[in-house]
């Protein structure tokens, strides 16, 4: 069956590969779940990995198939499953577990181990296949009512995850009532971070750099109930004087100067949630004893939060569903650039280089 793989440490790699159809058997202990692939999202992470930033072939092999954020529908299962059916639509985790004891327990998400096993992005195979084959524990059901948002359930539930964790790690305060925040970035994981916190009530500035005339950003943010902020008119530090500093500020923009920059307006007994990967090798000055004076007398909280567990698809996709009859016809407007088929990998890649516009850009592998 067809792939698309990248080879690893060699830039815009990018092509077709052949690997063989997988089998429910390929599981142990009848665990399988065949799934028959319908969709697959590509972001900036498939872009770096193209880029030989970093990803790791499987051993053995020298091809890396890329996709990490997957729909399908259940084509086979094996003896031992009872969490779904063929026909069902499912999506799949990302991490697989190592040794520590978060893997262990179902944590992979927060894995202490420095190498992390990743579909599609480290050491593992990802989705963009014909099929492809997994462990029940890694299969999560999608409701039928939301095939149309298909591949945003991974991004959806990365965004899941950063808010939660911040609440988790805020019952340190005892008290925690956050009502205002600034998410930084409107790419998928700034918006549906929007999305997240809206549906908490709170009043939410997302704030990017591309003026709001006209743009599909600030449409998607604006459609949320949040106010869209351009930066290139306001900066974090002129909206906080205007608005009041946040409680929370949850920061995707992909730039570490940015990242740095919510240090400084956040609020007293805030955390600040970061949540880019930022692949390069930028230096950025920075206010550090006003950082540092404030941050003590603040009580406030920095976190990193990456990935997701099973737990965080659950409630991401119930997010969702919400997200669709409280704001209904919104999210889907984030699935901006299909292209399709696997055939046309140069035109996926290239729009993910190339077109800024391009909010989304998904791969339609098969009908169904
Ligand atoms: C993926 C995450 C992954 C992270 C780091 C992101 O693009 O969506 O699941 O943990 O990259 O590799
Ligand atoms: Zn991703």
């Known amino acids: ?16 590969a052949e690997q063989p159809v997988p089998s429910v058997g390929d599981v142990p202990e009848g665990r399988g779940v065949l799934v028959r692939t319908l969709k697959v999202g590509v972001d900036a992470t498939d872009r770096e990995i193209n880029d030989a930033l970093y990803g790791n072939a499987p051993p053995g092999f020298e091809h890396l198939t890329i996709g990490h954020e997957c729909f399908g529908v259940v084509e086979e299962v094996g003896p031992a499953v009872t969490k779904v059916k063929p026909g069902d639509y499912v999506t799949c985790t990302v991490r697989r577990p190592g040794g520590s004891i978060y893997d262990k327990i179902g944590r992979s998400d927060i894995t202490s181990e420095e190498t992390y096993y990743e579909r599609g992005i480290n050491l593992l195979h990802g989705f963009l296949t014909e099929y492809f084959v997994d462990d029940e524990e890694f299969i999560v059901r999608m409701p039928v009512g939301l095939k149309h948002l298909h591949v945003l359930a991974e991004p959806m539930s990365c965004a899941a995850k950063a808010v939660e964790q911040a609440y988790e790690a805020q019952k340190r305060l005892q008290v925690w009532e956050p009502k205002r925040a600034f ?33 599909l950003k600030a449409e998607i943010a604006e459609g949320y109930g949040a106010t869209y902020v351009s930066t290139s008119g306001t900066t974090l530090p002129d909206l906080a004087n205007e608005v009041g500093k946040p409680d929370l500020i949850v920061e995707a923009t992909g730039s570490s100067a940015v990242a740095y920059e919510t240090m400084e307006v956040v609020g007293h007994n805030g955390a600040v949630v970061w949540t880019s990967i930022t692949g390069g090798n930028r230096r950025t000055e920075v206010p550090t004893d006003h950082v540092n004076l404030n941050w003590v007398l603040g009580n406030k909280l920095l976190l990193g939060s990456v990935n997701a567990n099973y737990r965080h698809f659950e409630s991401g996709i119930a997010d969702m569903a919400l997200g669709e009859v409280t704001f209904p016809g919104v999210t889907e407007k984030i699935l901006t650039n299909p292209v399709d088929g696997m055939d046309e990998y140069a035109e996926m890649m290239r729009l993910l280089v190339e077109d800024k516009d391009a909010l989304k850009v998904y791969v339609n592998v098969a009908d169904g």
């Open 183 to 215: 998410v930084t970035g409107a790419g998928q994981i700034g918006l549906l971070t929007t999305l997240v916190l809206r549906l908490r009530g709170l009043d939410v500035y997302t704030c990017a750099r591309s003026p709001k005339e006209g743009n």
């Open 1 to 16: 069956m067809k792939a698309v793989a990248v080879k690893p440490g060699t830039p815009n790699s990018v092509h077709l």
